[in-house]
């Protein structure tokens, strides 16, 4: 078991940037897929963003396409989720995720990812 912190989470205006970062202690993440998810209050947790254990492969939400981007240091144990030109619709919980050591590629599902974090606030107001 892996265990993930989440920090970077603040009130934003809209049009800010933000970097999120979640450093994982435990097990090695270095075979595993990290993702991002986020739940806004009455909706279900969604896939932000993916990447592989390489950070040579991301997945991206539609939603998300083009202004965040999830990277990884596998020497520090930690992944980032940076996040520009925020809109009000971006302002959610934001939960870290790593899937089983050894699966390696990206995934958009959650129940492929087996540790969680906490989960941080981020909030954009227009």
């Known amino acids: 078991q892996v265990q993930l912190v989440e920090s970077g989470g603040r009130l934003m205006q809209a049009g800010g940037s933000l970097r999120l970062s979640c450093v994982a202690s435990?097990?090695?993440?270095?075979?595993?897929?990290m993702g991002w998810f986020r739940q806004a209050p009455g909706s279900e947790r969604e896939i932000v963003a993916s990447?592989?254990?390489?950070?040579?492969?991301?997945y991206y939400a539609d939603s998300v396409k083009g202004r965040f981007t999830i990277s990884r240091d596998n020497k520090k144990s930690t992944a980032y989720l940076q996040m520009n030109t925020l809109k009000p619709e971006d302002t959610a919980v934001y939960y870290c995720?790593?899937?089983?050591?050894?699966?390696?590629?990206?995934?958009?599902?959650?129940?492929?990812?087996?540790?969680w974090g906490q989960g941080t606030q981020v909030t954009v107001s227009s």
């Open positions: 435990g097990r090695t993440i270095s075979t595993s897929a």
């Open positions: 990447i592989n254990w390489l950070g040579s492969s991301t």
């Open positions: 995720a790593a899937r089983e050591a050894g699966n390696t590629r990206t995934s958009q599902s959650r129940s492929d990812y087996v540790d």
